[in-house]
């Protein structure tokens, strides 16, 4: 079992769309958690970190749930920009980064 | 203030030859990492160093591989012997507060291909 799983996607979705993606962490000490973007051929760069009582920035919602080991992001009225490859991190003697989530926002 | 540096963006070597990748964190942070990112692959970490001293290199391979971060210039990647599996984006990450729980901030990443 890998030690941070996404769904690979593809997520092909119309513009205003809200759409989810799951990430599980298999190592229950783990301590930080992140959601970064990785645009094709250019670096990660973070999104938002996820908090243990979940957190809001603009349209991007992400949550934690610790029993069950897993970190949610959900994007509400999705744009074309928002096209991406999404990518969960779990932080704990090391970074665990997630093989990502495609994204793509059709007008 | 200027992002995490890298440099060169993109290095092509044959096989045999010596690679050394090259960044520079942001300014006011002393923790650097690396990562390498296969065609298709997730990111996975491979050293952790603060000035002077390397924290951690568990995800380095323990052949051809070694990272150095100076007292002063940037931190190097030097990759011995290249193969063709080395080929691969390789991205250095900086923080200001060292470990693996707080946020970290990416250069542009070197493009090693290997002929």
């Known amino acids: 079992r890998k030690e941070v799983e996404q769904d690979p996607g593809p997520f092909n979705v119309p513009e205003g769309a809200t759409v989810a993606f799951n990430c599980t962490y298999s190592?229950?000490?783990?301590?930080?958690f992140f959601w970064y973007r990785q645009d094709c051929r250019k670096e990660p760069k973070l999104l938002m970190s996820?908090?243990?009582s979940g957190n809001e920035d603009g349209r991007f919602t992400a949550q934690l749930n610790r029993a069950s080991q897993y970190i949610s992001l959900l994007i509400r009225d999705s744009k074309l920009s928002d096209s991406a490859t999404y990518l969960c991190?779990?932080?704990?003697?090391?970074?665990?980064f997630g093989a990502g989530t495609r994204l793509t926002v059709k007008p | 203030n200027a992002g995490v540096m890298q440099n060169p963006r993109h290095l092509v070597r044959r096989r045999g030859q010596e690679a050394r990748l090259r960044c520079s964190p942001m300014?006011?942070?002393?923790?650097v990492y690396w990562y390498r990112q296969l065609p298709e692959e997730g990111l996975k970490f491979m050293v952790y160093?603060?000035?002077?001293?390397?924290?951690?290199e568990s995800g380095m391979p323990k052949e051809r591989f070694s990272a150095e971060f100076p007292k002063e210039g940037p931190s190097i990647l030097r990759i011995q012997q290249v193969v063709r599996g080395d080929s691969a984006a390789y991205f250095c990450?900086?923080?200001?507060?060292?470990?693996?729980?707080?946020?970290?901030?990416f250069g542009p990443g070197t493009r090693l291909t290997v002929t």
């Open positions: 991190v779990v932080g704990n003697n090391d970074m665990r």
């Open positions: 160093l603060q000035k002077e001293n390397i924290i951690d």
């Open positions: 300014k006011g942070h002393s923790h």
């Open positions: 996820v908090y243990s």
């Open positions: 190592n229950s000490a783990s301590q930080s």
């Open positions: 990450a900086s923080s200001p507060v060292g470990g693996f729980s707080y946020e970290q901030y």
